[in-house]
């Protein structure tokens, strides 16, 4: 390979593989404890019973509490506790770590393979092949944006504030549980479970079926009377969104939820 392009396939290489570096130092070096759940959305006990037990005396907390066992002391003497008073609030980070260990693998794949290229090229052992070199390198880019999909599948759980009161008068907040599901086989198609939570019991909403569109997920529901669009977007143990009336192009809701499994 002539020097001049020895140099300059050896710096494209060389600041390619500063994407996947820097990617996974970021994955690295996230601090562990962000990712509790949110006092405002603490689990109650009977929700939290598939993840963990909590035993007083060799006994279920719930069944003490169920029971009438269970009292607690303030400034205004003594009363029996409530299920509902109780919260469960749990740190998600270990869960987080499993998910994202597949995008850390690929990393590392890339930092790997763009070092070993970066030191075949700099050192002149690389016969030239202008086609193949540049597909090499460019293999590079391709690895990071795809590796930067984000798991959608799991529970979540958190806001759906109503923004625009004016034009939708009946529109109420709530809170709510959204189920992620894959439907099929394919990686481009989810199903969500939405509920709402009254009085601590989920209700059941509606279902759809969400499609990637680039790095976010867009549903549409079309009924008699309303037609309206959502998205949805995942940022690691975070999802935002937004229900939009397709009509009139006016946002309806603004969503905001944690990763609760």
């Not at 019973?49 to 066992?69: C, H, K, M, N």
């Not at 599948?153 to 959204?178: H, M």
């Not at 481009?188 to 569109?213: P, Y």
Request: aromatic share 6%; charged share 25%; hydrophobic share 45%.
């Amino acid at each position: 390979m002539p020097r001049r392009l020895r140099i300059f396939y050896s710096v494209l290489t060389a600041s390619l593989l500063l994407i996947p570096l820097v990617a996974l130092y970021s994955e690295l070096s996230k601090r562990p404890d962000i990712w509790w759940t949110p006092p405002a959305m603490a689990v109650s006990l009977a929700e939290s019973r598939d993840r963990v037990e909590i035993y007083a005396r060799g006994r279920p907390l719930d069944t003490l509490v169920a029971q009438g066992q269970v009292s607690i002391t303030d400034g205004a003497g003594s009363r029996l506790l409530r299920a509902e008073e109780i919260g469960i609030r749990f740190n998600n980070g270990d869960r987080v770590r499993v998910q994202r260990l597949p995008l850390l693998l690929i990393y590392a794949a890339a930092c790997g393979g763009g070092a070993v290229l970066l030191l075949v090229i700099a050192t002149g052992r690389l016969a030239y092949r202008g086609v193949v070199l540049a597909g090499l390198v460019l293999s590079l880019t391709w690895v990071p944006a795809h590796a930067q999909d984000v798991d959608i599948l799991g529970s979540w759980r958190g806001t759906s504030i109503c923004v625009d009161r004016a034009n939708f008068p009946a529109c109420k907040d709530e809170q709510v549980i959204y189920d992620v599901r894959q439907k099929g086989t394919g990686r481009d198609t989810v199903t969500v479970r939405a509920d709402k939570v009254v009085n601590g019991v989920r209700e059941f909403m509606a279902e759809f079926d969400f499609h990637r569109a680039d790095s976010t997920w867009v549903a549409e529901y079309q009924g008699p009377r309303v037609r309206i669009e959502m998205v949805l977007q995942v940022r690691a143990a975070h999802m935002t969104g937004a229900l939009t009336d397709e009509p009139s192009g006016r946002q309806v809701r603004a969503i905001a939820l944690d990763r609760v499994r």
